[in-house]
């Protein structure tokens, strides 16, 4: 890139509540919103690569760092979602999720676990590949960010 501001092409229709590049291929560009969907840029080219919709406002995003077309997004409904970008399916976390909108999500390449803070006054903790919630940690007030 050479340091001009860059406009996407088919950006969000509501707000952006995330985007955050992809830690190893920096060409990849990752956009949660308050529309429902996620959306996969590729700045270099300046395409969409990928969009791909929940049905809730996602309040954050992020990416999993073992496999680049693996993202997760924090769900206005209380989940965690899981989005292959690649293949154009979600699905949330099923065995378990919060009781209020999840405000921020993170992935931990050494652990393999997903991190996930809500309104609820919780912190959950998931394992990446099975879904499952492996710990759960009551918090003094609500996850901001």
Partial sequence: MNGQDVE?????SDGVSRVCFHPVNDDLLLASSWDGSAYLHSVVSNR?????????PLLDACFNTRDSVISYGAGLDGRVHRLDMHNYRTMG????????????????????????????????????????STGKIDLPDKVYS
């Fill in 93 to 132: 976390f099923e065995k378990g999720h919060h009781e209020d909108a999840v405000k921020t999500v993170n992935y931990c390449h050494d652990t393999d676990r997903v991190f996930s803070g809500s309104w609820d006054k919780t912190m959950m903790v998931w394992d990446a590949k099975t879904g499952s």
């Fill in 8 to 12: 996407l092409f088919d950006s969000p």
């Fill in 48 to 56: 969409l690569k990928s969009k791909l919709t929940v049905g809730t």
